[in-house]
């Protein structure tokens, strides 16, 4: 009969000379202490050693140690937790010790003295060779790796820096030669024999007199404005750098074999990432079944994966991309076996696909993430962004009032707030849309309005990323430019939380504090890829595309908006809107999609919109052709 992989890892040879060790000690510590015990008074005569009660000893300590845990771990990372089962075993066998010996001769020639001293004797002849066997380890991993391992300097002598000190140990890639700490009482301190050798502002001069060749950030609790400024400094010393993770970073699977990350864009956002109150979406979405449209993109798939992690029952995904709809299902299918997962292949403003995706189940919350959000592509493209965020949106939104749904939700950008282009118009418009249904039905219709999404397809990360991957130069339209920065995860968890309120109909938007200048945004990509903007890698300015502005605003001047129950989440008047002229634009818009007529679409949706001012480029309705090529001026043709 074969052994399970557990039996033999308990009866492998290192464990077996291990027990055997331990148990000597057993025998050592319980003989010697009563041999101590006579000799400090040569009045009294040893008796002959009671093999029974040897026996006895050995067994129930034995029984001690196999129950305590003090054998899951190895002598190589013997630490602190090692030293407290030791104790709890060294308690727990002299406790059975006693009882049994009791029961066996009433504890009749057992020192009373060797019974109180045997847990510490025991402890300390146990502890001792583990102690010495991982320095004498450690020693010759140091000795090994002196020549060819990176030498690191901490900043931060925290529980994190420990923490980092103890994984560089353990690693043969790492050295750690010191730490760095602002607080003026840890300088000259040695944390396990690692000196504090100054402030972090002194990193460059402390780098060059260590050779360091790396710098490790160990401060994961610290404010987005603080880092930013840790991370300037590591910046000007010319050395690649990471950072220990925060604790919602260590799932990630960036994460390296040392457990420090790279420096992402996220962390420089001026700002702590927001979190949901997870309980009160999981009291909303348990057991709901919910539909998402565009549920292969950027947002739509993290939603998935959020509405599976906190209780859908089941999840509908509508995607007109096959791949992506694939790529989708077998993730949730593989990751969340007992959500209910059905993909439809299909166009969201096709009545008859939306009709057959609401009839799969009796579905209680919708999520419309599709659209088109690119906005130089989008202005020359009119006919296709009205056709998919806003007609489409529309069949969306009348099949789910049609069908009593409960939840509708919109994705919606902050440029439907006085916008200028094609993508904020037709999402102005399709906000009206749902506006306006939500006075005809019983559906709540909550629209959420998002900043920049990071690395979301198309956006200005990836972009920038790949453009110092080629070595430059990274174009940014404007020097002046700014814009309102979130994370997928932060853009998904603002759905769902804004959706568990329960009104009937609302805008919100997340308090994304100040806006981000796209120019610095795209120096501290330079630098967190180890170059420097300018000399390395160079800048240019493009001039602002058609239908961009320089500084977006997340609410119009009649949404007056206020906090809601959470504090990040702000909510803005719904304007009102004139449900027969809407009705009659969108007629109009129907029948001029249907024809291609584009100087009509664009009449139409000035209309519709009042507050639209478009740029020169689209008021003679002519169609313009974007010249995909970074740092080129768009042109007409």
Sequence with gaps: MKLSHKKRLWLSWPRVAVISHDLLMVVLVWLGLQWLRYEMQPALVMPATDWIELLLVVALQGTAFRFSGLYHGLWRFASTPDLFNLLKASVLGVVAIVGALFLYKRLEGVPRSVLLMYPFALVMLLGMPRWLYRIWKDGILQVNRHETATRVLILGAGQAGENLLRNLRNSENYVPVGFLDDAPSLKGIRLHGVPVLGRIDDAADIARETAAGMLAIAM????????????????????????????????????????????????????????????????????????????????????????????????????????SLLQMAQELRRDFADVACVPILGDCGDPAVISHALQQTQVEAVFHAAAYKQVPVLEG?????????????????????????????????????????????????????????????????????????????????????????????????????????????????????????????????????????????????????????????????????????????????????????????????????????????????????????????????????????????????????????????????
């Excluded at 404010?223 to 799932?251: H, K, N, Y």
């Excluded at 040392?258 to 057991?287: C, F, M, S, Y």
């Excluded at 610095?520 to 300015?541: F, N, S, W």
């Design 220 to 323: 994961p609790s610290l404010e987005a404005a603080a880092m930013q400024r840790v991370i300037a400094v590591c910046e000007s010393t010319g050395l690649p750098f990471r950072m220990v993770p925060r604790a919602e970073d260590l799932l990630d699977k960036s994460l390296h074999a040392d457990g420090l990350k790279e420096v992402a864009i996220e962390d420089l956002l001026g700002r702590k990432p927001i979190t949901a109150n997870w309980q009160e979406i999981r009291n909303w979405l348990g057991g709901r079944n919910v539909l998402v449209t565009g549920a292969g993109g950027s947002i739509g798939s993290e939603l998935c994966r959020q509405c599976a992690r906190n209780g859908a029952a089941s999840i509908i995904l509508v995607e007109q991309n096959e791949f």
């Design 381 to 637: 493209q009119l006919r296709e962004a009205i056709r998919n965020n806003v007609l489409a949106t529309e069949t969306v939104a009348r099949i789910s009032a049609q069908m009593n749904v409960g939840t509708f939700v919109l994705i919606s950008t902050d440029k439907a707030v006085n916008p200028v282009n094609i993508l904020g118009a037709s999402k102005r418009l399709a906000e009206m849309v749902c506006q306006l249904h939500a006075r005809q039905s019983q559906t709540h219709f909550v629209t959420v309005r998002f900043g920049n999404v990071l690395g979301s397809a198309g956006s200005v990360v990836p972009l920038f990323r790949e453009q110092i991957r080629l070595g430059g130069p990274v174009t940014v339209t404007h020097p002046q430019v700014t814009r309102y920065f979130m994370t997928i995860p932060e853009a998904s968890q603002l759905i769902l939380q804004a959706s568990s309120i329960g009104a009937h109909h609302a805008i919100y938007t997340l308090d994304m504090g100040e806006p981000v200048a796209i120019r610095v945004l795209a120096e501290q990509m330079i630098r967190l890829a180890g170059k420097q903007p300018g000399r390395d890698i160079a800048i240019t300015y493009t001039g602002l595309r058609d239908g961009e502005k320089l500084h977006e605003v997340l609410f119009h001047d009649e949404e007056s908006y206020c906090p809601t129950m959470y504090p990040k989440i702000l909510q803005g008047k719904v304007r009102q809107v004139q449900p027969e002229s809407l009705q009659a634009s969108l007629k109009v818009l129907t029948d001029a999609s249907a024809r291609y007529d584009a100087a009509l679409l664009l009449q139409e949706l000035k209309k519709a919109v009042p507050e639209f001012e478009p740029g020169q480029h689209l008021t003679d309705g002519s169609v313009s052709v974007i010249v995909p090529f970074p740092g080129r001026r768009n042109r007409k043709h």
